[in-house]
């Protein structure tokens, strides 16, 4: 599967952003879908990820409440609505994809998007 993130940009703090993931071919429903984030010197972390179905979610503990992770199989597309957005919220953000359960874990995810920028002002 490839996966194509868009819809970063710059935000004032409390702001929001909803990104988006295109993903290519026709077995996207069996992937576990996800979002992660890397800031500049620090390593990718788990932002957020959902279950074949969507109907299962699963958020870091610094992004619980403030974003919603949703996808829709019919289109190949998933989603991270990120509400009240804070300055520690700036990162490249990617999508990815794996095959089995879900994981926290950069290293698991098999297939990513090329990444979108996400920049929280103050």
């Known amino acids: 599967v490839q996966l194509q993130a868009s819809g970063g940009g710059l935000v004032q703090a409390g702001g929001s952003l909803r990104l988006s993931c295109a993903a290519s071919?026709?077995?996207?429903?069996?992937?576990?879908m996800a979002w992660f984030r890397q800031a500049p010197g620090k390593e990718r972390e788990f932002v957020a990820a959902?279950?074949?179905?969507?109907?299962?979610?699963y958020y870091a503990d610094s992004v619980k409440g403030r974003f919603i992770i949703t996808r829709d199989n019919a289109k190949n597309m998933v989603y991270l609505q990120m509400n009240n957005l804070k300055p520690e919220d700036t990162a490249v953000y990617y999508c990815?994809?794996?095959?089995?359960?879900?994981?926290?874990?950069?290293?698991?995810?098999?297939?990513w998007g090329q990444g979108t920028q996400v920049t929280v002002s103050s």
């Open positions: 959902c279950s074949w179905s969507g109907n299962s979610t």
């Open positions: 990815a994809a794996r095959k089995a359960l879900i994981s926290y874990s950069a290293l698991r995810y098999d297939y």
């Open positions: 071919g026709r077995t996207f429903s069996t992937y576990i």
